[in-house]
């Protein structure tokens, strides 16, 4: 196990497979084998704070991630039990179709334990409140590349307030040309700069509810 | 190969000089009077003495990226500046002629029309995939699948033409069928040459792009009306010309973000391999479409180079190489290439402050100005980088005060041409025209 994590940390994606397989193969326990994989990506997530890991190698490690996954869910029976996770939903504001932060934002959320729903690129306030309204997340990050995204960002805000539910969530925002300013103008609670940026803060959120 | 630009020409600094005056003469431009021409020129000299760093100019030239914000300014959709020539004509000039900048702006637009007969599929853009009112965007896909590098390394123009080209222009998948070219060389490979362009598929393609180039040359007859317009009352093109870095050509539209971050990992000498290919196709391409604007800045857009896109050591092994290779080769033909360098550069400074002296410029967009004139002012103009996301939500009392923030940090003493961070969609009227207006007044140097 600790030669899986220390692969998956070193981005050795051969051997982290391997790895992976052999131990499902001598019978390990898929949950034991996931609980490590979280433990790995905690250590991508520290150096990737530490700056010595960047944008590549969170994709790296989604990719294996995503791996291991396809092998172990044939092999996990009880549904995924998702009881007592914290929800955050996401999307990619009116507008503006990029969706590879985003992406890698919910991959991130998603291994570090948050419930994670994704509406996609291009979505009209509605669709968040909507989202809202069923999902009842905790949190909601917005995501934009383009400029225009900031006032897509504000209106989904009003959207949410008018629909009486702003202070049922707290928002985050982030990409492309996103800032603290642009943070005030849309009336989120905060900016996140990077990917692991925002999982901390979701985190720093939950854990002071 | 290997040893191709990688040295600065003996007769570089000559060449650039040339192609200065070329531009500064503005010949074929129709100047509206005589004091029109002098405005042109004093104003093509801000640039000169900012980018040679041989002199202090006698102030900054304020060359703010438009963007699409002349669109919004004149009040026209997205839709109309892509759809009406005549729409975008007037919203181009409006926007020059009312604001007085020190450079034209030539706007980043393509015809809509143009586009859908060759059912292009590498954007989507207004009316098609996005709404009227929206700017076209991209669609990020692995248009080249990972086993195909050495298709694209054995012959880059085969690859585009068969590959590349019949994914991303619907209307030409024909293309796939025609042969490798340097293949016919006999007169027995006439037939298998001349065969594929006889077929009714393909003769449907011939005719789309026929009317695809009759639609553009409509549209640059449009352009070029307007730009000798604004050219012509003493506002010579900020840029002309056009390339990228070959890392960009492959993590942008080939590969995609994630196909080339994986790559790194996983097929890391065909990637190198790859740029390196591209590069000679890269400065040629720069070298000609500057060329044919009888300019002197190619403007480079530069992506996955990014703090965060890459690690220290994955710029250099991956991206720099063969970007610095390109600077060369166009530094050495006499071009300045204007880099933007989109995002923030904060960690790359060192390393891309390896560039011949006077000869590029270097227009950042997220970094921080004041360590960027540290680090490259003594070999590169700076150029860059007022915040969009403060010309968009700020007040012009907070423009004016950044304003001035700015070039106490980059102006000093040269070596700076003030402009955005990026395109100004968005942005509030009057914060743009309080921004010209201080740079404008506060970029007087002292003599």
């Not at chain 2, 650039?16 to 405005?39: L, M, S, T, V």
Request: charged share 25%; glycine share 10%; hydrophobic share 40%.
């Amino acid at each position: 196990m600790e030669e899986l994590i220390k692969a998956l940390i070193e981005m050795q994606e051969a051997e982290a497979i391997r790895k992976a397989k052999e131990l499902l193969d001598k019978g390990t326990d898929p949950v034991k084998l996931l609980e490590a994989c979280s433990t790995a990506m905690e250590g991508v997530g520290s150096r990737f704070e530490k700056g010595e890991y960047f944008l590549p190698h969170l994709m790296m490690a989604g990719e294996m991630l995503r791996q291991i996954s396809d092998m172990i869910k044939p092999l996990i029976k009880e549904e995924k039990s998702s009881k007592g996770k914290s929800k955050y939903l996401i999307g990619t504001v009116k507008g503006d179709i990029h969706d590879i932060g985003k992406n890698i934002v919910t991959f991130l959320l998603d291994a570090n334990g948050f419930e994670v729903k994704d509406i996609g690129i291009d979505q009209p306030p509605e669709n968040f409140v909507e989202g809202i309204k069923e999902f009842q997340p905790q949190i909601v990050g917005m995501s934009g590349l383009l400029t225009l995204a900031f006032d897509s960002m504000k209106e989904t805000v009003q959207a949410i307030k008018d629909a009486g539910l702003r202070d049922k969530v707290r928002i985050m925002i982030g990409g492309g040309q996103c800032s603290e300013q642009v943070k005030e103008y849309a009336g989120a609670d905060a900016y996140a700069p990077d990917a692991i940026a925002g999982v901390k803060i979701a985190k720093q959120w939950i854990g002071g509810k | 190969m290997k040893q191709r630009f990688m040295e600065l020409a003996p007769d570089a600094e000559q060449k650039q000089e040339e192609r200065f005056n070329i531009w500064r003469a503005g010949e074929g431009i129709p100047f509206a009077d005589a004091d029109a021409k002098a405005a042109y020129q004093d104003r093509v000299t801000l640039i000169k003495d900012a980018v040679q760093l041989k002199k202090k100019p006698s102030r900054i030239a304020v060359c703010p990226s438009a963007g699409f914000f002349p669109m919004q300014y004149a009040g026209i959709s997205m839709y109309d500046a892509m759809y009406d020539y005549g729409a975008l004509k007037k919203a181009v000039e409006k926007y020059h002629l009312d604001l007085e900048l020190d450079a034209y702006n030539a706007p980043t637009m393509v015809p809509g029309k143009a586009l859908e007969i060759l059912d292009y599929k590498l954007y989507q853009w207004p009316g098609h995939g996005v709404a009227k009112e929206r700017e076209y965007q991209f669609v990020e896909d692995e248009y080249m699948k990972v086993g195909e590098y050495y298709d694209l390394i054995d012959d880059p123009t085969a690859f585009f033409l068969n590959r590349f080209f019949p994914r991303i222009f619907g209307a030409l998948k024909p293309f796939e069928t025609i042969p490798v070219l340097p293949g016919i060389n006999e007169i027995l490979l006439v037939p298998p040459f001349a065969r594929p362009f006889g077929t009714e598929p393909m003769k449907k393609a011939l005719t789309a792009l026929t009317q695809a180039g009759e639609e553009t040359l409509g549209f640059l007859a449009a352009l070029g009306e307007v730009g000798g317009k604004v050219m012509g009352r003493g506002f010579p093109a900020f840029s002309g010309g056009f390339t990228k870095a070959p890392f960009d050509v492959i993590g942008d539209s080939l590969r995609g973000t994630r196909g080339i971050m994986l790559d790194m990992f996983r097929c890391p000498d065909e990637l190198k391999e790859a740029c390196e290919r591209l590069t000679p196709i890269m400065v040629k391409y720069g070298v000609n479409s500057c060329r044919a604007f009888g300019h002197i800045m190619p403007f480079i857009p530069l992506h996955k180079g990014a703090d965060g896109f890459l690690s220290d050591e994955q710029f250099q092994t991956f991206y720099w190489p063969t970007l610095r290779k390109v600077i060369t080769g166009l530094v050495n033909e006499g071009f300045v290439p204007q880099l933007f360098a989109e995002g923030g550069y904060n960690q790359r400074l060192d390393v891309i402050s390896d560039v011949p002296k006077g000869k590029v410029v270097w227009w950042f967009d997220r970094t921080d100005m004041k360590k960027a004139k540290e680090k490259l002012g003594h070999v590169a103009c700076i150029a860059g980088n007022f915040p969009v996301d403060l010309l968009i939500t700020g007040k012009p009392d907070e423009i004016r005060a950044n304003c001035k923030q700015l070039i106490e940090s980059a102006g000093k003493d040269g070596g700076y041409i003030f402009t955005t961070g990026a395109g100004m969609q968005g942005a509030k009227p009057a914060n743009v025209k309080a921004m010209v207006q201080v740079a404008k007044e506060y970029g007087i140097y002292q003599k």
